[in-house]
């Protein structure tokens, strides 16, 4: 039988909530995918119709931030049984279309399919707050902690000076900045490997970073 656990709500500030997404919220995650991810394959954008089937399939891996009634922030993920060996996918292959249907009731890892905050609330650590949102939901479901692909979203500028591979090379060593996978492993993300050919987005060459928080770590 499958853990049920209680709704998440947390109040982040006077202005500012996290919890669960909830149906009300699709129209305005749709919009904010777009204002987050502008350069993202229209075909790899999440659409409202696609957060509807998230939350009935997997309710408890789904959270918002809102500003009152506007949704600034969100996050999807699903429970997957991860083979580490066999670690090359697409975000699209993974997302089923957007459709989230390689979700495994059983799973014993967290799988994040995306995080974003709306531009103008950037800077306030709120990404950590949804990872540390979805750690505490990984820790009640008795799961190992998370993984995602995080997008090397410096690369993208320099892929004509640099390779994807020595960019990454030199990301792990903490030779290199990256906005997205540095930010990441300083909440505590390790790296595990590039996956070339993960998304179709030209900020990071295509190229994707999978990561992994396990779940002793603290958020």
Known sequence: ????????????????????????HVIQLEEL??????????????KAKHYLKHLELFPEGQF???????????TSSMRSRFDFSDYHHTFKETIAGGWMTNHDPNGDWLYGLDIGVHPDYRGMGLARTLYRARHEVAK???????????????????????SG????????LGKRFD???????????EPIALIPDYVSDPVCGNYGVLIKLDINKKV
Not at 33 to 46: G, Y
Not at 179 to 189: E, N
């Open 165 to 172: 591979e020595e960019y990454f090379k030199e990301l792990v």
């Open 179 to 189: 906005p997205t996978i540095s930010t990441q492993m300083k909440i505590g993300f």
């Open 140 to 162: 009640e479901l008795g799961l190992k902690g998370q993984l995602t692909v995080g997008m090397m979203s410096g690369f993208g500028a320099l892929s004509s000076e640099i």
């Open 1 to 24: 039988m499958l853990k049920e656990i209680s709704p998440y709500y947390k109040k982040i500030s006077n202005d500012l909530v996290v919890q669960h997404m909830l149906p009300d």
């Open 64 to 74: 918002v931030i809102t500003d009152k009634v506007k949704v600034i922030g969100m």
């Open 33 to 46: 995918q777009k204002i987050v991810f502008p350069t993202l394959a229209d075909d790899e954008l999440i």
